[in-house]
């Protein structure tokens, strides 16, 4: 079975190059980029009739920071049944467990953000016998550096707590995520390998919001149980 992996289109979703012969898309979040929410949920209307139409069998998507319309309750996941949402929920897709939470840490106004204290009693719900997890930010340490706004020196900004979880607790075979896109000089998107994890960091569009990245796609082999780069 293969998954193509998705995230932080910001509205470049057209310009996507489509992968052949793929069973499930999963969009990690921030499919419009507007911070006025009407303006949102058009962006995001015109998003979910693209990703309705895929000719892909199983569709996931859990929302982002950007995903204003859909916190506020102007876009709703019954307005689309041919997308299946996770908004920290869990389904099955052909055997494969898979659970998708849309929380980042706070950092301004925008949608699905929490506080460190929330966001520990957030990941603590994720249960532990997935095989998929998806999030829309990253664990800390992992395809998560930008620069800072004072040093201007690259520093990690994932959530500190969800590197825990996942290293420690849920070791789920492929944790996919965006959110932090690819900057000057830093390179986020891509994969790497910890323990029995593959972390990905799906992000399509650079910092200026540029489409970069045409996803991941990887392979869940049934017979031996695991998740690799197809």
Known sequence: MKCWLISDTHGCHTELRIPTEVDVVIHCGDESKAREAWKNEVEAREFFEWFSALDIPHRIFIPGNHSIAIEQGLVRPEDYPAIRFLIHQRVSVQGLRVFGTPYTPRYHDWAFMRDP??????????PDDIDVLISHGPPNGILDRTLDLHTHRPIHVGSQSLTRHVMHR???????????HDELDIDNFGST???????????????SLQLEN????????R????IVLA
């Open 170 to 180: 849920i070791q789920p075979k492929l944790h996919a995520f965006g959110h932090i």
């Open 214 to 221: 045409h996803g991941v796609v990887v392979q869940y082999d």
């Open 193 to 207: 390998q910890h323990s029995e994890t593959l972390f990905v960091n799906c992000s399509c569009v650079d910092q």
């Open 223 to 226: 017979a031996t149980g695991t």
């Open 117 to 126: 204290e929330e966001l520990d009693e957030l990941w603590q719900s994720i």
